[in-house]
């Protein structure tokens, strides 16, 4: 193994700073089997029988470039692949920076001599569930491509091979995710038009995926990436106090409003009793937490917390237990509905005492009791943030966020509120 040739890029931790000390993210292992026995097209049936990697390697032999190749080096021991900058990865495409590590591998930046431009490649890590969970990323994005006669706002995908035991998908290359954007800009909030375009843009490509009966169940503002990276300066007013000419009281605004939704690794298509954990903790649903069984509208709450995290700069729900978040959604939402508990699974059932939820008796600390109470209502909480269209935000939201799935807006009912009528948008 010729080590000397191995750029060594520290590890990028995808988690976000919070206010309390938590545990980590509670993300569940992906799903990976759950497509087997579906009909997904081809790509099913490799991930079913174990034939990956036979298939793959024989399609795409003949794209490994022979002369040029790096060195063999082996994967590090999580499976990741090693690489040096300016590396070659096959003979189209040579690596030109690292923009990012997730569970799932690493993302590149790496220049298509074909196209003459740049593109990210997701380089899958070299395990088993990961390789079957990428091809099932690919033919969602497949049909969500064959599909999307343009607006739909879903990521492009534009090639995929299997390269030294890793799948390799090929996307358009985008600008920041807006949860990196948030990050970048000292957790400011987004101006309220902005929060409008880029709201009815998110919910377009959710009622695009839900029509093709496609639940995409990770939605976050780590996977909506703004298609550009450029931005302007404003004055943050709300930090007026002090000298303009300090830039700490400037926030980022973007130039244009355009994202695109990206990570289709755990989407599933519609089926009778989905009760597995789904969603990145902040924006799961409350139905999945009790265990109620999920479908198209986990989505549409996610999409409501990421609004609420646009138009505030942090995340609705800060916490890393199951009693604390339905806590915290009674706080800002008010009770959960008494049939929805008398519903929950075994699981979700110590959450329940006497019909209600069984708080503060069954807090884990006063911290966390405090952690509860310092939230503010909806309402509240919005109108602090937002100087114009809060009315109607407000009432968007009440529809987003309803506790029982059943009387949740849809998507495309989303649309056609009156907080994305044509007078509202910035001209």
Known sequence: MEMEHVTIIPITHLDRPRKRARLGWDVPQ?????????EVGNVASYASSGAISDHTSSLFVKGVARNGSPPWREDDKDGHYMFALGDNLTSRYKIHSKMGEGTFGQVLECWDRERKEM????????????????????????????????????????????????????????????????????????????????????????????????IHTDLKPENILLVSSEYVKVSDYKNSSRSPKDSFYYKRVPKSSAIKVIDFGSTTYERLDQNYIVSTRHYRAPEVILGLGWSYPCDVWSVGCILVELCTGEALFQTHENLEHLAMMERVLGPIPQHMLKRVDRHAEKYVRRGRLDWPGGSASRESIKAVLKLLRLQNLIMQHVDHSA??????????????PLDRLTAREALIHPFFAKDHLRR
């Open 119 to 214: 593109v990210a490649i997701k380089i899958v890590r070299g395990i088993k569930k990961y390789r079957e969970a990428a091809m099932i990323e690919i033919e969602v994005l497949q049909q969500l491509g064959k599909h999307d006669k343009g607006g739909n706002h879903c990521v492009e995908i534009r090639n995929w091979f299997d390269y030294r035991n890793h799948i390799c998908i090929v996307f358009e290359k985008l600008g920041p995710s807006l949860y990196d954007f948030l990050r970048k800009n000292n957790y400011r909030s987004f101006p309220i038009d902005l929060v409008r375009e880029i709201g009815r843009q998110l919910l377009e490509c959710v009622a695009f995926m839900h029509d093709l009966h496609m």
């Open 30 to 38: 992906a799903q990976v089997g759950i497509f087997c026995g579906q």
């Open 391 to 404: 009315g109607d935000l407000i009432n968007l939201l009440q529809g987003l966020l309803r506790y029982d």
